[in-house]
């Protein structure tokens, strides 16, 4: 098959530039412990961010779901595809960001895909004021309308400013960003841009994938955070991260989301989200509703291991939330690290290297949840204390 040849030399180059991804094998239920590759190893990279993925009240929620309603959906939104269940968890959603309402999707990625596609269109007078780290699906969103863009630096309001200036006569223009960066943990400076957005008369659209669930009162988000509701337009979330089940949604003032029930690319053309998923998500979505204490333990958990971590010399960068970035700036270093980190002390943590962050910024990025015990997190300290050592970077 000589015309696939290519293919063979695109992986051998992926190989030799150590970009291969290898694919690692969950053989047991997300949780603070996993099975992998018959090891059970201790789970610091998984965005279970409060444990619900495996919660017995959602597991019975989804169970019950697939009695009532079966298995799969049937069919796109728009045809015969929206069940009773998907504008009830539309509703509870809408009701736990404080929004008007809220238009379910199939991934958060299917979400901004979607949204930002129909927001800003390629043949009006209307441009994307995008911030330089945005999330993949949120530039693959940008491609799919095709309008113009203009990226403006990270965190940085003056470079904001400047390029809201460039772009001030044309009609329409969306500040688009993500609210916590996921390879720093560090956050968007929400007030300043609603500021700058009133100023030159931008809606704003914000990526909270990692805000919910974490942050602002009960895990309702980075808005909530802030105390902005009623000055951001439109707040994007997953159903798969800390919520722990599958699924996007986009909150905002319920015209904007009629409409996007219109525009949505993967609302119109792609199946809803099936049953018991979606049955699920409204588990999940009552849990945090009701008790913030996941979220306290979330949080309780972070402030131990970061400042463990801070105390034995590690530098943390600017997070301020539970992502923790270990900086170990060298690249094979950081792969060496994250090894022995596997093979010597079971546990399971992601070197993050270029292309993903910068050149010199490698880190190895831990992820605590809700689920981990204290003793959990200080056998991770004490590994990283250990290697740390022997490696000489403490
Ligand atoms: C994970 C993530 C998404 C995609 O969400 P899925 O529900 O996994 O498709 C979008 N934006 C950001 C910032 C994310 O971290």
Same mark, same amino acid.
């Given at each position: 098959?000589?015309?696939?040849?290519?293919?063979?030399?695109?992986?051998?180059?992926?190989?030799? @530039?150590?970009? =291969?991804?290898?694919?690692?094998?969950?053989?047991?239920?997300?949780?603070?412990?996993? /099975?992998? &590759?018959? %090891? !059970?190893?201790?789970?610091?990279?998984?965005?279970?961010?409060?444990?619900?993925?495996?919660?017995?009240?959602?597991?019975?929620?989804?169970?019950?779901?697939?009695?009532?309603?079966?298995?799969?959906?049937?069919?796109?939104?728009?045809?015969?595809?929206?069940?009773?269940?998907?504008?009830?968890?539309?509703?509870?959603?809408?009701?736990?960001?404080?929004?008007?309402?809220?238009?379910?999707?199939?991934?958060?990625?299917?979400?901004?895909?979607?949204?930002?596609?129909?927001?800003?269109?390629?043949?009006?007078?209307?441009?994307?004021?995008?911030?330089?780290?945005?999330?993949?699906?949120?530039?693959?969103?940008?491609?799919?309308?095709?309008?113009? @863009?203009?990226? =403006?630096?990270?965190?940085?309001?003056?470079?904001?400013?400047?390029?809201?200036?460039? /772009?001030? &006569?044309? %009609? !329409?223009?969306?500040?688009?960003?993500?609210?916590?960066?996921?390879?720093?943990?560090?956050?968007?400076?929400?007030?300043?841009?609603?500021?700058?957005?009133?100023?030159?008369?931008?809606?704003?659209?914000?990526?909270?994938?990692?805000?919910?669930?974490?942050?602002?009162?009960?895990?309702?988000?980075?808005?909530?955070?802030?105390?902005?509701?009623?000055?951001?337009?439109?707040?994007?979330?997953?159903?798969?991260?800390?919520?722990?089940?599958?699924?996007?949604?986009?909150?905002?003032?319920?015209?904007?989301?009629?409409?996007?029930?219109?525009?949505?690319?993967?609302?119109?053309?792609?199946?809803?989200?099936?049953?018991?998923?979606?049955?699920?998500?409204?588990?999940?979505?009552?849990?945090?509703?009701?008790?913030?204490?996941?979220?306290?333990?979330?949080?309780?958990?972070?402030?131990?291991?970061?400042?463990?971590?801070?105390?034995?010399?590690?530098?943390?960068?600017?997070?301020?939330?539970?992502?923790?970035?270990?900086?170990?700036?060298?690249?094979?270093?950081?792969?060496?690290?994250?090894?022995?980190?596997?093979?010597?002390?079971?546990?399971?943590?992601?070197?993050?290297?270029?292309?993903?962050?910068?050149?010199?910024?490698?880190?190895?990025?831990?992820?605590?949840?809700?689920?981990?015990?204290?003793?959990?997190?200080?056998?991770?300290?004490?590994?990283?204390?250990?290697?740390?050592?022997?490696?000489?970077?403490?």
């Amino acid at each position: 098959m000589a015309k696939l040849d290519w293919i063979t030399e695109e992986l051998k180059e992926l190989k030799e @530039k150590g970009l =291969y991804v290898t694919i690692r094998k969950l053989e047991s239920a997300q949780g603070p412990w996993v /099975v992998v &590759d018959g %090891k !059970k190893v201790l789970n610091m990279c998984s965005n279970n961010y409060l444990g619900l993925a495996a919660h017995p009240k959602i597991k019975e929620a989804a169970i019950r779901a697939i009695l009532d309603y079966g298995v799969g959906a049937g069919a796109v939104r728009t045809i015969a595809g929206t069940m009773e269940l998907h504008v009830e968890l539309e509703e509870k959603l809408a009701k736990f960001k404080k929004r008007e309402a809220a238009i379910l999707f199939q991934s958060g990625y299917n979400a901004n895909l979607g949204a930002i596609s129909a927001l800003i269109k390629k043949n009006e007078d209307a441009v994307f004021v995008s911030e330089e780290l945005n999330h993949a699906s949120i530039i693959d969103g940008m491609r799919l309308s095709g309008a113009p @863009k203009v990226i =403006y630096k990270h965190l940085d309001m003056e470079d904001l400013k400047k390029r809201l200036e460039e /772009v001030k &006569d044309k %009609k !329409k223009k969306l500040i688009v960003t993500d609210g916590v960066f996921s390879m720093d943990g560090d956050l968007a400076p929400l007030p300043e841009i609603a500021e700058l957005a009133e100023q030159y008369d931008a809606m704003v659209y914000v990526d909270d994938a990692h805000g919910e669930g974490v942050l602002g009162e009960h895990g309702r988000g980075i808005v909530d955070h802030f105390k902005l509701h009623d000055r951001i337009d439109f707040e994007m979330g997953t159903l798969s991260k800390a919520f722990g089940v599958i699924g996007g949604y986009v909150a905002g003032p319920e015209e904007a989301i009629d409409y996007l029930r219109q525009r949505g690319r993967p609302f119109l053309f792609s199946s809803a989200v099936n049953p018991p998923d979606v049955a699920a998500a409204i588990a999940a979505v009552e849990i945090l509703q009701k008790s913030d204490e996941l979220v306290q333990k979330l949080w309780d958990n972070t402030r131990f291991l970061q400042n463990s971590l801070r105390e034995l010399g590690y530098d943390l960068g600017n997070t301020k939330h539970p992502i923790t970035p270990v900086m170990l700036y060298d690249e094979k270093r950081a792969q060496e690290f994250s090894r022995i980190l596997y093979e010597e002390y079971n546990i399971f943590a992601q070197a993050i290297v270029y292309p993903t962050v910068p050149k010199g910024t490698a880190r190895i990025r831990l992820e605590p949840s809700a689920a981990h015990s204290k003793e959990d997190l200080q056998y991770a300290i004490d590994a990283f204390e250990e290697i740390g050592k022997k490696m000489k970077f403490i």
